[in-house]
């Protein structure tokens, strides 16, 4: 995975010499082209439709009554709640609004209150990952936890571990059901990181969060179906949630240790966009133009479809190498990636060595 730099059709040449920033003349075109003004009202839109929606999900539960038809409605909850998390991740990005604090607002409301999970935790985690994607020493996304990302990784993986890591990928999916929850506990426990004033503001949104749900679980059905959809509700969330953000840098090339490359070429060589239309543009949350949003992180996701042209052309111009692929493509080569990565356990395991190779690379490059 660590290629000094990566192209689609020589994964090891290394990228032109720098000459100055090759970042200012692109970000110069998308400010002339107005995609870095804000679009409050179509935000506005968006976040009051899916408040509608994600309160009239809720509604239909206490509407249907204590029955296992309930769980029929844990999809809608888990689909506009993971919406509400698109925007807790766009307000993170300073994308919406004008003000600071109004993102603030808007990070709260969306992450700890309709979501349970700690916006100022998972922030800090996300910006870490924004600075140096793939970076195995920087970026909490490829840390070596219960899936490893790197070859290296694997070292000493024995046990539980060692049999996680021979079936990472096939068994990618499926832990993704238990994403949701992860999320939930794993912010919790950082709370004690965060600032004292910080923890007083998250954590009383949190209790509120808590209280209500609980409250309107144990009051709409019995306990036994209340914990029944808790469980599918998290399911679909994490499997939602993971599904968007697998795509973007799983099995993409990072810099080797001590190598250093431009903020251009940091954010274009290590992500992959997804092709799609507005269908994929909605369910993925503008995550599938992952190129774009690097880029620019503060880019309205509204514009990031129409940013799309400029920067491939910026890139072509450049000899960079683009990567747009189809979403199923890119499932394959994520998971082809994590794949190679166990290979060394399982040959150790089976005593024969493994022919594996690098990732399918079958994207349009610009």
């Known amino acids: 995975m660590t290629l000094t730099a990566p192209t689609l059709d020589n994964p090891e040449v290394s990228p032109p010499p720098r000459r100055g920033s090759d970042f200012a003349p692109l970000l110069a075109d998308l400010k002339a082209a107005g995609l870095l003004e804000r679009r409050t009202a179509w935000y506005a839109r968006m976040i009051g439709l899916n408040l509608l929606f994600l309160l009239g999900s809720w509604a ?82 490829v840390s070596a936890g219960v899936l490893v990302w790197d070859a290296d990784q694997t070292a000493g993986r024995t046990g539980l571990m060692g049999w996680l890591t021979r079936h990472q990928a096939r068994l990618f999916f499926p832990l993704l059901l238990l994403e949701g929850l992860n999320l939930k506990v794993t912010g919790l426990m950082a709370l004690k990181e965060r600032t004292p004033r910080e923890r007083l503001e998250e954590g009383s949104v949190l209790a509120v969060h808590y209280a209500v749900y609980l409250s309107v679980l144990l009051i709409a059905m019995s306990p036994v179906k209340a914990l029944v959809f808790v469980l599918v509700t998290h399911a679909l969330l994490g499997l939602h949630l993971g599904m968007a953000f697998a795509p973007n840098h799983k099995g993409m090339p990072a810099p080797e240790p001590g190598v250093k490359w431009d903020h251009l070429r940091r954010q274009v060589l290590t992500s992959r966009n997804v092709e799609g239309g507005p269908v994929t543009d909605w369910m993925l949350g503008g995550l599938n133009y992952q190129i774009e949003h690097h880029l620019v992180p503060n880019m309205p996701r509204v514009n990031l479809r129409k940013a799309q042209p400029i920067v491939r052309a910026h890139c072509d111009r450049l000899g960079v190498p683009y990567l747009e692929t189809s979403l199923v493509r890119s499932y394959r080569q994520a998971l082809g990636h994590m794949h190679d990565v166990g290979a060394s356990l399982r040959a150790e395991r089976t005593g024969q060595p493994e022919h594996g190779g690098q990732p399918e690379q079958t994207g349009r490059a610009a």
Not at 90 to 102: E, F, K, L, S, Y
């Open 60 to 141: 239909a539960v206490v509407w249907v009554g204590d029955s296992w038809w309930q769980l029929a409605m844990a999809v809608p909850v888990a689909l506009f709640t993971t919406r509400a998390s698109f925007v807790g991740h766009d307000a993170g990005h300073q994308q919406i609004a004008r003000t600071a604090r109004t993102h603030r607002l808007l990070a709260l409301l969306h992450g700890n209150l309709l979501m349970g999970m700690s916006c100022g935790w998972w922030n800090a985690k996300h910006n870490k990952h924004h600075a140096n994607p793939n970076h195995l020493e920087k970026d909490p996304d």
